[in-house]
Antibody, heavy 122, light 106 residues
Framework: QVQLVQSGAEVKKPGASVKVSCKAS????????MHWVRQAPGQGLEWMGWINPNSGGTNYAQKFQGWVTMTRDTSISTAYMELSRLRSDDTAVYYCARKGPQYSSSVYFDYWGQGTLVTVSS | EIVMTQSPATLSVSPGERATLSCRAS??????LAWYQQKPGQAPRLLIYGASTRATGIPARFSGSGSGTEFTLTISSLQSEDFAVYYC????????FGQGTKVEIK
């Protein structure tokens, strides 16, 4: 069965960087785009961007351009999201989410990781 | 820029009753709309895509309708496990979520 397993919670100081991992199993990792979505405490869902695990190509939401980097390691079926220059309002749960349809432009998410809480505090 | 607005913010419903949730887009998103359910401490779960197609394993009591700018998620007879927050998401262009509707026990 499809599983996305993320790395554990992180506590960071303002100005630091954080790198969250998302290990995929149960499907061909390079066959589906991986997206990242975050959720601040008590708030809604905010899309951050995607990575094509096959080519390594990326596309980031305008808000995150210049301070998020998405990468992947196909040898271990793992996607990464690194956020730099952290601020207190980056405190959130960060999710990886698989784009549902493989050969379609439709971007909805059929499988999600369990989430990684990143706390930014001095 | 598209804005997604969900209403109501909170819906109080008794078990066994019907729940109707609304999602409005500020401009047409065709049928490029999905619905998710999120329970406390859990990741969102895909319910509906293409405005009206149930995802794999989703019970028939969940149904979606609408196109263009007006969408509805209906839960025909609420079960105890259905009390949660529901989000709509358009994918006509970059993914964008509504702010959510909390369905609580009346």
């Amino acid at each position: 069965q499809v599983q996305l397993v993320q790395s554990g919670a992180e506590v960071k100081k303002p100005g630091a960087s954080v790198k969250v991992s998302c290990k995929a199993s149960g499907y061909t990792f390079t066959g589906y785009y991986m997206h990242w979505v975050r959720q601040a405490p008590g708030q809604g869902l905010e899309w951050m961007g995607w990575i094509n695990p096959n080519s390594g190509g990326t596309n980031y939401a305008q808000k995150f351009q210049g301070w998020v980097t998405m990468t992947r390691d196909t040898s271990i079926s793992t996607a990464y999201m690194e956020l730099s220059r952290l601020r207190s309002d980056d405190t959130a749960v960060y999710y990886c989410a698989r784009k549902g349809p493989q050969y379609s432009s439709s971007v909805y998410f059929d499988y999600w990781g369990q989430g990684t809480l990143v706390t930014v505090s001095s | 820029e598209i804005v997604m607005t969900q209403s109501p913010a909170t819906l109080s419903v008794s078990p066994g009753e019907r729940a109707t949730l609304s999602c409005r887009a500020s401009q047409s998103v065709s049928s490029n709309l999905a619905w998710y359910q999120q329970k406390p401490g859990q990741a969102p779960r895909l319910l509906i895509y293409g405005a009206s197609t149930r995802a794999t394993g989703i019970p028939a009591r969940f149904s979606g309708s609408g196109s263009g700018t007006e969408f509805t998620l209906t839960i025909s007879s609420l079960q105890s496990e259905d009390f949660a927050v529901y989000y709509c998401q358009q994918y006509n262009n970059w993914p964008l979520f509504g702010q959510g509707t909390k369905v609580e026990i009346k």
